[in-house]
């Protein structure tokens, strides 16, 4: 079964990625001064969502942000690589398949997921700054991303935290 997409509400999809990952840049940033690959990758997912075409040039932002995530968390730096997941996840938006499997979802929303993490885990922890950034999430979801939200099934059980954050925010915005 596939879902019918159209390329201006991946585009929506891939804004809203941008959207809720740009700020947890900071902490990235902050954490790894001179490493630009999370913003490159948020870059490359605006362009996107400002009318650039997908590219391999796109695809390789987000293996570079991927990379920074992995060398963060090899190296301790829980915050910095949930941000630098983030950056990444915003490519993947841009690569949201017809498919109607729940675990698209986390295409749409694992930006979202992945930014209240790492503000979760550099404010020691604390579910509630966590909840905080899904709030906000939840508020810059327009119309058009909630309906094509809502062509797929609910967010898949697992994930850890992250997959918690992402069924949290689905169920907020069905």
Request: with cysteine; glycine share 10%; charged share 20%.
């Amino acid at each position: 079964m596939t879902v019918e997409l159209s390329l201006a509400e991946i585009r929506a999809v891939a804004a809203y990625a941008v959207a809720c990952a740009r700020p947890v840049l900071a902490i990235f940033e902050g954490e790894c001064p001179g490493d630009g690959r999370p913003r490159a990758a948020i870059d490359a997912a605006q362009e996107f969502a400002d009318g650039a075409k997908r590219t391999k040039a796109l695809r390789d932002s987000a293996w570079a942000a991927h990379r920074a995530a992995q060398e963060t968390r090899d190296s301790g730096q829980a915050a910095a690589s949930d941000a630098a997941r983030s950056a990444g996840n915003t490519v993947g938006a841009a690569f949201l398949h017809p498919l109607a499997k729940a675990t698209q979802v986390k295409h749409i929303l694992g930006s979202a997921a992945y930014a209240a993490r790492a503000f979760e885990l550099a404010a020691g922890g604390d579910p509630a700054v966590g909840a905080g950034h899904l709030e906000r999430a939840r508020l810059l979801a327009g119309p058009v991303v909630v309906d094509v939200l809502r062509r797929y099934p609910a967010a898949p059980g697992g994930g850890g935290r992250v997959g918690e954050l992402i069924r949290q925010l689905d169920a907020s915005l069905r």
